[in-house]
């Protein structure tokens, strides 16, 4: 992103911020409350418009109106507010909204499992899918919003202080993929 600002009402969020975000680099974004990171996050997500400044996308200049435009840029987001279903499972919710169906109109249940075993498998570690995301602890929802975004093939993954709720340190997803996690079994 080059020169971005943000200004909601009187409070003024992003002052001209220019950000480059190469290929297989990971960045980390401190500033206390209030500082303007979420908002950055939803200007790249879709979420929020800037008020000037542009965002580029592979040396291309790219215009993001909506999530839809986002996820189609190969942009992916955790937000600090989680939004998934509850009432569904893991792999409804990642899939929702894109369900691979047979010709008669019914949903591949085990193709959808199969795909999501080989991705847990790439991402290095598991979890049980035909659970209710209400039933997850905090870091485990916040594993399933990772793992959405993998599935989507993001080339850019935000996690907006995907921690920042969760009691501690060892609950986070990223502790638990450095920790070893039992992996499911290479399919023959
Ligand atoms: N929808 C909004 N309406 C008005 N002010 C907002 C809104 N969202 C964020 N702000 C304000 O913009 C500033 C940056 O907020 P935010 O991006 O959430 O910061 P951070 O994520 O770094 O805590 C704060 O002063 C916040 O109160
Ligand atoms: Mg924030």
Redesign the pocket.
Known sequence: MRNVS?R??G?Q??VDVSLDVARGSIHGLL????????????ILTGA?RADSGEILVGGQKVQITSPIDARRLGIGAVH?ELNLFPDLTVTENVFAGDEPHTALGFVKHRRMVDELMVEMNQVGWWMALDRPVGDLTLAERQMVEILRAFHQRADLILL??PNRSSRSPTSSPSCAMESGSPRPRPRT
């Not at 206390?32 to 939803?42: R, Y």
């Open positions: 943000k909601y009402g409070v969020a992003l500033g206390e409350n209030g500082a303007g990171k979420s908002t950055l996050v939803k929020v600090q907006d202080e």
